[in-house]
């Protein structure tokens, strides 16, 4: 069995628990595709990638998320951007070739990991999840704990080519409200969770894997949304960014390149200007200050 490219919920009919599944394939194949990462580092950028798209969809928001992991380990920064459409891009740097066994302590040790939501309308909101713990996925849990939101617990899995997610999220008190009998309840369902492996994670679809851990539950399985890999780069965007540079500065690169090249570090797509080109950038961001003023 192979897994696909989806976001998928459920909800508990008679448990005030609601889930997600998410299972990344082919997109994660694209995001990969434009950069010679090590396994080890294929393997960590799968699982964000998988948390990320989960991440998203616990959220309600109009606009991108990202996560973003900085640490003094062998890899620097790990990144991963998502929209409210299901599609996401990554990049990683790394100082030095991780080994192809290096743990997550090994990768990001002494790190953290910023979550950003950043809507299209309203104030950016941000989160910091400290990388202490063994394993990514319980870093997530752990900041839930700690948190004061809903009480959430996070699986995640990556062979580097394919990446997997499961959540499992506390509801607010609708069907129970004796706080012993819903710490029970959301014990059981974790418990029967930790019993999935990685390679179960890695190859069996939402429904079959549902039926094997939660088979004496009733579950209202939602259908699958699609996942998948977009960089949202383009010459317009690149444009905006180089008419806050230094005009000098262009000029300089101008005449010693004969072009001024911006590479999106995503997507490695590059996006040449040439002298025409600035010399209308600068005039129009003239004339955009002169309306200003
Ligand atoms: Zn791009």
């Not at 752990?142 to 499992?168: H, K, M, P, R, V």
Request: proline share 3%; aromatic share 8%.
């Amino acid at each position: 069995m192979t897994i696909s490219d989806t976001a998928q919920r459920f909800l508990f009919e008679n448990i005030d628990v609601r889930g997600e599944r998410v299972e990344l394939n082919s997109s994660l194949q694209s995001a990969f595709e434009p950069h010679a990462y090590p396994i080890a580092i294929r393997r960590l950028l799968g699982e964000m990638a998988a948390a990320a798209v989960l991440l998203s969809t616990t959220l309600k928001f109009d606009g991108s998320m990202s996560l973003q992991a900085r640490s003094n380990g062998s890899v620097s920064v790990l990144m991963v951007e998502c929209t409210n459409q299901r599609t996401f891009r990554s990049i990683a740097h790394w100082k030095e070739e991780p080994a192809d066994n290096a743990d997550f302590q090994m990768l990001l040790s002494d790190g953290q990991l910023v979550i950003t939501i950043d809507p299209v309308q309203g104030k950016r909101h941000q989160g910091i999840v400290p990388l202490k713990s063994p394993t990514l996925a319980n870093c997530f849990t752990n900041y839930f704990q700690q948190s004061e939101q809903l009480l959430t617990n996070i699986w995640l899995a990556s062979d580097g080519q394919c990446a997997s997610g499961f959540l499992l999220q506390a509801l607010p008190a609708n069907i129970e409200n004796d706080e012993t009998l819903r710490e029970e309840h959301w014990n059981y369902l974790t418990t029967l969770t930790q019993t999935m492996t990685d390679e179960e994670l890695l190859t069996i679809d939402t429904k079959t894997m549902l039926y094997r851990l939660f088979h004496e539950e009733d579950i209202r399985l939602f259908d699958a949304e699609p996942v998948s890999y977009r960089c949202t780069c383009s010459r317009e965007r690149t444009a905006i960014a180089l008419q806050t540079v230094d005009p000098q500065e262009l000029n300089d690169i101008l005449v010693e390149q004969g072009a001024v090249n911006m590479d999106c570090q995503f997507c490695n797509t590059r996006y040449s200007f040439s002298a025409e080109d600035v010399a209308a950038l600068l005039a129009s961001t003239q004339n955009h200050a002169k309306t200003l003023h």
